[in-house]
Nanobody
Framework: QVQLVESGGGLVQPGGSLRLSCAAS????????GGWYRQAPGKQRELVAR???????NYTDSVKGRFTISRDDAKTTLYLQMNSLKPEDTAVYYC?????????WGQGTQVTVSS
């Protein structure tokens, strides 16, 4: 079983930046694919970015060039650097890891982009 704890959310003005962190339990973290998802009010949860154990990444089109996903396997932590934030980025952001066919989720962290 894997436990995930997100941090780093908050209120930021349009054009600002935030960095989300996701601390994972377990020594096998380096073998997992990790990702960040988000869910805005009234909308379905959507993939934001994913990173494989080998470091390959992919992003949803709306965040390409603005967001960067990374991982520190020594610290068993996932990161999401978010720059040039827009009001439409407002959502609860969830950390995810896949352990084989089983997905694990964090509790979510609120990101609000507003002036």
């Amino acid at each position: 079983q894997v436990q995930l704890v997100e941090s780093g959310g908050g209120l930021v003005q349009p054009g600002g930046s935030l960095r989300l962190s996701c601390a994972a339990s377990g020594r096998l973290f380096r073998f997992y694919t990790g990702g960040w998802y988000r869910q805005a009010p009234g909308k379905q949860r959507e993939l934001v970015a994913r990173i494989t154990s080998g470091g390959s990444t992919n992003y949803t089109d709306s965040v390409k060039g603005r967001f960067t996903i990374s991982r520190d396997d020594a610290k068993t932590t996932l990161y999401l650097q978010m720059n040039s934030l827009k009001p439409e980025d407002t959502a609860v952001y969830y950390c995810n890891v896949d352990v084989g066919p089983l997905p694990y989720w964090g509790q979510g962290t609120q990101v609000t982009v507003s002036s």
